[in-house]
């Protein structure tokens, strides 16, 4: 009998799907943005649907490699060979970000190639944390309060920006709610099918989000995906949509019960507040939520994340993951290096092509590592059986 997580992954592998469809015959536009940072809020308050583009069922980057050199993230440039293919020719328009040098250039490629008869934004994001970077992001939201309005000619009124901030909190608290369910000894749902959930999501109107979430979150309350044995894993990375990938790891004996990736806690953590000026309100989440290498400075509140995750979900060891060409992560990596070791926490890095194969290396990294940490298991129980403790660590 087909599941709602069957359901998910079905909307996962796909660009277009008939929720969008549907959106579209009653008259909602469908807008593109590419990034965590981006508030959704602004897109949806105009009356469009914000779609979170994705490389799933790229068939490589033989169109984009025109566009971007040998050395440019596999991320990037898959979704721009989408684009050259016409794979995203149902959006409205794009809201690009400077979230990394590769995303911010694919504005130009963008341009360059197809042309400006859809609505293009850069929105900028400031890469530090001060009392001048909130004031500028509020600019940037009223900048493309002001695009919107005028290229659509509609309204963005604080009443509706309200509205739609309430929506999109009610799916981060439905999100949360689901994700804590992995801090159970006997994990509900597995990684791999959380982040079919999260594309699923991200590619549908917030009201139809929100009934697929309902759904899964009832669903899985009394399920286990987990076994007995599994070694619980937490994973940091940038762009994750392979489900495939996280498949391999949970196959080598692992369960993953927490991360902080793009398409993972970074997307839902921290509410909005729906009181005062929505767009203040606004600049303090998406600048103040859990953030990704992108932002300077910010290194300590994210390894103090980890620390906190450990403590509530137990994991034993970390997976930190970067693209290949991805200077960001390539620091973030060594800086994890660093601390974990300082902290002693067990910790993998990987390096990987986004749908680039390498599965086999990969599949024999992580069973060296989980093998690692049940020998770390088995010393634990012997020293306190030696010490004549009947104590079992628990989760």
Known sequence: ???????TRELAACTYNDYLAEAEKQGRGVLGYLCSYLPEEIIHAAGFIPYRMRAVGSEGTTRADAYYSSINCSYIKRCFD?????????????????????????????????????????FFVPHVLRSAAYEQFV???????????????????????????????????????IYALRKKREVPIKASELLTVMLAVTAVPVENALETLTEVKKFILA?????????????????????????????????????NICLGTRHF?????????????????????????????????????????KAEYGFE???????????????EIYLHRVE??????????L?????????????????????KLRNHQLVDEGMLQAAGSDYKPKL
């Not at 507040?273 to 989440?285: H, I, K, Q, Y």
């Not at 993951?321 to 620091?331: H, N, S």
């Open 1 to 7: 009998m087909k599941t709602i997580l069957d359901t």
């Open 82 to 122: 989408k684009v050259l293919a016409g794979d995203y020719d149902f959006l409205r328009g794009v809201v690009f970000l400077n979230g990394c040098d590769h995303s911010r250039r694919m504005y130009d490629n963008w341009r360059f190639a197809k042309g400006e008869e859809k609505f293009l934004h850069m």
């Open 139 to 177: 600019l940037e939201c009223q900048k493309l309060v002001a695009a919107l309005e005028t290229h659509f000619g509609v309204k963005v009124t604080p009443e509706a920006l309200r509205s739609s901030i309430a929506l999109y909190n009610q799916k981060r608290r439905l999100l949360a709610e």
């Open 223 to 259: 399920r286990v995906a987990s076994k007995p044995d599994d070694i619980r894993l937490f994973i940091s990375s940038g762009c994750i949509e392979e489900p495939e990938h996280l498949e391999l790891i949970e196959n080598c004996g692992a369960a993953i019960v927490g991360d």
């Open 269 to 309: 953590e921290g509410e909005v507040s729906e009181a005062g000026d929505p767009l203040r309100a606004l600049a303090e989440r998406y600048l103040g939520h859990l953030s990704c290498p992108r932002m300077m400075g910010d290194f300590d509140r994210r390894f103090d994340f980890i620390q906190r995750m």
């Open 317 to 331: 060891g970390v997976i930190i993951e970067k693209l290949k060409f991805c200077d960001l992560w390539g620091g």
């Open 340 to 349: 974990a070791k300082k902290r002693g926490i067990p910790l993998l890095a």
């Open 351 to 371: 390096e990987r092509e986004l749908y680039g194969g390498g599965q086999g290396q990969i599949r024999t990294r992580v069973q060296a590592f989980l093998e």
